[in-house]
């Protein structure tokens, strides 16, 4: 069965709290158990991640990699803007990845319309709320089970 990872970086764990007039009231706990019931229909497992901290991150992506994962859904958050390592990591485990932001980034402070991600992620979601994760997830959904379909 394969196994898809949901990593969220520094101050997601805040979801609900924070700043809900950009990031909602879903906690990142409400996010998590819908994805986890989307996976389950789909007969695929989930795992989550959150961590405030980059190594724990990029140990977090190394661990994929031997565990065989699938695919990575990412919300690297600040991250994004500022991790060479999270590439690097991302790069050496060739892992698919969707990249996620629950909010347009592109809309703004200027810092945050450079992401070191996308342009090695399979795709990418942003600006669509929480809802951007379920979009991935489906998008995950699809990719393995069509790759499962043609082995």
Known sequence: MSTILVI????????????THIYGSQTLEDINAGLQTQAEKAGLDIDFVQSNAEHE????????????????????????????ALRDALLGVKIPFIEVHISNVYSREEFRKHSYLSDIAAGCIVGLG???????????IRQLTSSKNQD
């Not at 969220?8 to 700043?19: K, S």
């Not at 990029?58 to 919300?75: D, P, R």
């Open 8 to 19: 969220n970086g520094p101050n997601l764990n805040l979801l609900g709290q924070r700043e």
């Open 130 to 140: 929480v809802q951007g994760y379920e979009l991935a997830l489906q998008a995950a």
């Open 57 to 84: 991150i990029v140990e977090h992506i190394h661990q994929a990699g031997k565990k065989k994962v699938g695919l990575i859904i990412i919300n690297a958050a600040s991250l994004t803007h500022t991790s060479i």
